[in-house]
């Protein structure tokens, strides 16, 4: 069993600096237009060389209504036949993707984000899928991992049903608060009844997961609601919770403007709020997987956890990462060998480009050896809490104290402080560092100090 988190609120105050997610490193900060369609195309047929498994994700990008607190790419629009001509350039590039790649490279994960997917008629998802099964080779076993993001608002009994028999096994389900008084502020209202009437369904259908969202930081939200919000989703009893700090930056997200800020929480009451969500889900059964991710202990998530076989991407905390990352749609970002790129960010660059027979790559980043042998520490400490110095040396034929000979001071304040434990074997990330692992992240982060912190969210 892992061990549990030891709450230190003097060391979170002082640790809770702005600073990247690290769904990659280097992170998205360091893309540049630089890298572009001829670089995927290398690393496309590389992939195709080494015959590695594929993980697709598809981006969605329409909603019915606007969510006040939402930092996604996203088209808010009534106006359902939008979504048509999208999906004529998402099958576009569906294409001009496939055929640089291996029939017989498998696709061992899939998910659909947003967005809201489910925005798509029921023939449109018949199509999406369709389009996805005749270009890559998509598992007919039950046995991938094949996930969609759910608004419950948009989904009923017969979405479920069809969601199912496309070969979707995981669901994640936005709710976030369950508070009215809340929901009106962030501009989205949904029922406990809405939300357990689609997990009922997709228990009833033999999902194999469900995950439901939830944020902590909302304009009206106290800690004694929300303690009331994670009673009632602990009795939903989904298989894994995400619990997101909401940041509120409306300097660069134009809806969160219409959130007052008056009417947002102290610091010491989401403080507060993340204190007791932990004891909460805690007393529960759940384990703290990392980076605001709870599991149950059978879910695979902590399995692999548990095996020291979990890794982290671009779609968060993944079993199965030893795939090359396909990002298809508006904004989507691949991850294939070491190259990262992004598809262009506005609807009509990328549909213009498709619409020319073009990819519409429009940044990116190729790692470096240095940034592999930092991405492959950090990945150990947000993943497994430990590095061990032996496994890096000889992945990289590197000294790792020598290495890292400038960083050692640091690390030091680090081990002083009780985050960490630092010996001549490796670094073990201590109870009262597990909320912190990004701030020891950060320490081996080459790029962190040259990087506007304003890019980022704080931790907490």
């Known amino acids: 069993m892992l061990d549990a988190i030891r709450w230190d609120t003097d060391l979170l105050q002082r640790y809770d600096l702005a600073g990247p997610r690290y769904t990659s490193y280097p992170a998205t900060a360091q893309f540049s237009s630089q890298v572009g369609t001829f670089d995927l195309l290398h690393a496309l047929r590389d992939s195709r060389k080494a015959v590695r498994p594929l993980s697709l994700y598809v981006h969605v990008p329409f909603c019915a209504n606007i969510c006040y607190y939402c930092a996604c790419n996203k088209v808010i629009t009534k106006d359902r036949g939008r979504a048509q001509a999208y ?18 490279q498998q696709v061992r994960q899939l998910h659909l984000g947003g967005g809201t997917p489910t925005f798509l008629s029921h023939d449109e998802l018949r199509q999406l899928m369709a389009r996805l099964r005749q270009h890559f ?10 996930s969609i993001e759910i608004d419950p608002r948009e989904a009923d009994w017969a979405t479920m049903g069809l969601l199912r028999e496309l070969g979707f096994n995981r669901v994640s389900i936005g709710v976030q608060d369950l508070d009215p008084d809340v929901q009106r502020a962030v501009n989205r209202l949904q029922s406990l009844e809405e939300t357990r009437a689609v997990i009922d369904a997709a228990r009833t259908l033999q999902f194999r997961s469900i995950n439901i969202d939830l944020i902590y ?3 009206k939200q106290t800690p004694e609601h929300f303690i009331h919000t994670l009673d009632e989703v602990i009795s939903l009893q989904p298989d894994r919770l995400s619990l997101f700090n909401y940041a509120h930056l409306p300097e660069r997200f134009i809806p969160q403007r219409r959130i007052n800020s008056d009417e947002l929480p102290a610091p010491a009451d989401k403080l507060s709020m993340l204190h007791n969500t932990i004891e909460q889900l805690g007393a529960a059964g759940y384990q703290y997987i990392g980076m605001d991710h709870f599991a149950l202990p059978d879910d695979e998530l902590a399995i692999a956890q548990e095996e020291f076989r979990l890794q982290r991407n671009f779609q968060g905390y993944v079993t199965r990462a030893d795939c090359d990352l396909i990002g298809l749609g508006v904004s989507a970002i691949s991850q294939i060998g070491d190259l990262y790129c992004q598809n262009s960010s506005d609807l009509n660059h990328y549909q213009s480009a498709l619409a020319g027979a073009q ?16 991405r492959a520490v950090m990945e150990q400490l947000l993943c497994h809490l430990r590095v061990d110095f032996e496994t890096i040396e000889q992945a990289f034929t590197i000294d790792f104290r020598g290495y890292f000979a400038e960083l050692w001071p640091q690390l030091q304040v680090l081990a002083s402080d009780g985050l960490i434990e630092l010996d001549t074997q490796g670094i073990a990330v201590l109870p009262a560092g597990r909320l912190l692992v990004r701030s020891v992240c950060g320490v081996f982060d080459a790029y962190l100090e040259q990087q506007n912190r304003r890019c980022f969210s704080p931790m907490i």
């Open 217 to 219: 930081g909302l304009p």
């Open 87 to 104: 999906l004529q350039h998402l099958e576009q590039e569906i294409q001009l993707i496939a055929c640089h790649l291996a029939p017989h």
């Open 359 to 374: 990819l519409a790559t429009s940044r990116g980043l190729l790692c470096t050896a240095d940034d592999r042998v930092r």
């Open 137 to 146: 080779n998509l598992l007919d076993d039950d046995s991938g991992d094949y």
